[in-house]
């Protein structure tokens, strides 16, 4: 608090030395801490109303620090709407953990072209993809989901069928553990546009509400669009073991060895399995398997699990 109300001190001071891009630089460090500060986003507003130049005060060079990017864009809002969006989204990519995404929703006075939406939003897959499911709770990346969600709510006001803002949407509340959110954007996101990605993303939301033959049916409807995909084909053997549904999870493997019969994780669970259902054949391939790839733990950690299952067998 103290470094915050320091920084605002030197920002008023360059304010009254007409110094603004110093007075910029020093404002965009208070909101890079805390982006709805009411004094700093006060400041910002009446640096606004003075018509300065986004450029000027805060340019967008090479290596722009990410806070100034930001400023950048409160800045650009009146200008071009989109490009600040999508410059919000840009830093929001490289830093997930500061929530410049709840800026947006006040934004939204003005309609943002659909195609603008796409752009934005797409940015920020890959990054979800790098979090876990469910994020812990003292993440600070949840306070910027939490701000996604509440932005894609408006946003689907405006444009309810954009498929990316749907599957964006659905995947970060995935990651905030709010599953029954998750299935709603994700079964929406499939019926503006049914496709393998869209049916994936409904399968996954599924799964992890714990709705293990919903989400095996969404698995092999994405098969119905893309049936050379071996990934939901791995989803799905993945699935009923967890389940301790060998035949399903068999036949789910097998379907992958059929055009590759040494898939790295198809091969051993097979043979896994096999084990399990009393193949000392298939035991001893395992063994050979987890011998001839020494850097894949995952075949020696099925082997202890058979020993597991093959001992409590045994005690019973």
């Known amino acids: 608090m103290a470094a915050t109300q320091e920084e605002l001190a030197i920002v008023w001071r360059a304010v009254k030395q007409d110094d603004l891009r110093h007075a910029i630089e020093h404002l965009a460090r208070v ?160 019926r503006v546009e049914p496709s393998w990605t869209t049916a994936v993303g409904l399968a996954a939301a599924l799964r992890e509400h714990g709705d293990v033959d919903a989400a095996l049916a969404a698995y092999r409807r994405a098969l119905t669009h893309d049936p050379s995909d071996e990934t939901a084909w791995l989803d799905i053997g993945d699935l009923c073991l967890e389940e301790d549904r060998l035949m399903e999870a068999l036949d789910a493997y097998e379907a992958v060895l059929a055009s590759d019969p040494q898939h790295a994780w198809a091969r051993p ?7 399990r259902l009393g193949s000392e054949q298939a035991r001893l391939e395992l063994e050979a398997w987890s011998a001839e790839h020494p850097d894949d733990e995952h075949p020696t950690s099925l082997l202890a699990a058979l020993d597991s299952v093959v001992g409590r067998g045994r005690s019973n």
Request: net charge negative; charged share 25%; no cysteine.
């Open 31 to 190: 909101l890079a801490q805390e982006p709805e500060h009411p004094e700093g986003l006060a400041l910002l507003d009446a640096l606004d109303g003075r018509g300065v130049d986004p450029q000027v005060v805060a340019p967008l060079d090479q290596d722009a620090w990410f806070g100034l990017v930001a400023v950048h864009a409160w800045l650009l809002r009146r200008r071009d709407l989109g490009a600040a969006i999508d410059l919000v989204f840009q830093v929001t990519a490289t830093r997930p953990d500061v929530p410049y995404l709840r800026w947006v929703s006040g934004w939204l006075r003005q309609r943002v072209p659909q195609d603008r939406w796409e752009v934005a939003f797409l940015r920020l897959l890959p990054v979800l993809g790098e979090m876990p499911v469910p994020l812990d709770e003292t993440d600070p990346r949840r306070a910027t989901l939490d701000g996604l969600v509440q932005l894609a709510a408006s946003v689907r006001e405006q444009v309810p069928r954009v498929v990316t803002v749907l599957q964006v949407t659905a995947s970060a509340l995935r990651r905030l553990g709010r599953f029954d959110q998750a299935i709603e954007w994700a079964a929406a996101a499939y």
């Open 269 to 275: 669970h097979v043979l896994f399995i096999r084990a």
